[in-house]
């Protein structure tokens, strides 16, 4: 188990795309949508995921239990999931050993980019790049299992 | 993935108790009781274990995908499970190298017991133990998952 530490933003510009230095595709759907206890089925890659995530307490660390599976099993699991989350993971260093995850989504979610970014504590300084937008970090909305359920381009 | 293919019967007396080889306690809850995309976390033993159960086509059989996981992490996520189902499973021979798993459950469910047998196809032929009672395979209010919703002591 990890406790997750994660501030989510919204971009002001495109200056992001030049500082990319990987993108990834990621299929993802929810096994459960419950907020106290999603269950996130993914495929990164070639690999497939099985995450489990608890409550949010304060909106930024909640519990985390990932485990890798068969790819052909997260095939299948997805096919048990109402709807399937189709976006592109941009990496950006955002120095000090940090990284800026950039997802870029497609589909029902098209039009939508989120940054966001793992701290090693809640406190921890956060970098500030010139294209970074406003803060939505516990936005409800923006959490991933929401934008499977009601996504962006119906907002 | 392996396909279940699942019998379940009442016991129409105490004639299995004599025949038991082995009895472990079981905990386990649900981090999703959807028919259709079961999360099952079970301590068994000193084992933990993540379980998700597809929908149900015919009441026998439906898709599993079982992974072992770290007992603390099974501890921490059976506390995120909204109740948790108490019970001790009895195996009990039943020839031909299948095995009658008899479920004696405690706390809200106290009195429920339920035998049942994993098959090798859909037209196995039936070991008829003198003890066994009515079939209720395919009954929900029997899933393991419902009883943490409606427990055998409110029905």
């Keep these: 188990m990890a406790t997750e530490i994660e501030r989510k933003y919204l971009l002001a510009s495109d200056g992001w ?6 993108s ?27 995450t489990i995530k608890g409550a949010s307490l304060d909106g930024m660390s909640r519990a985390e239990f990932e485990y890798p599976v068969p790819l052909s099993d997260a095939e299948a699991m ?7 989350l189709d976006k592109t993971r941009h990496l950006v260093d955002a120095g000090n050993g940090l990284v800026w995850e950039i997802d870029e989504f497609h589909g029902e979610n098209a039009g939508l980019i989120v940054a966001e970014i793992e701290l090693p504590s809640v406190d921890a ?3 500030q790049p010139g294209w970074l937008g406003a803060e939505v970090t516990g936005d409800k909305r923006y959490y991933n299992s929401q934008l499977t359920l009601k996504p962006y381009t119906q907002w």
Excluded: D, N
């Excluded at 795309?17 to 990987?22: C, F, L, N, W």
């Excluded at 997805?78 to 399937?84: E, G, H, I, K, T």
């Design 125 to 127: 300084p956060m970098p």
């Design 17 to 22: 795309r030049a500082e990319i230095s990987q």
């Design 24 to 50: 990834t595709r990621i299929a993802q759907g929810y096994l459960s949508t419950e907020p106290g206890r999603t269950v996130r089925v993914r495929i990164k890659g070639a690999g497939g995921f099985l």
């Design 78 to 84: 997805l096919a048990l999931c109402p709807s399937v």
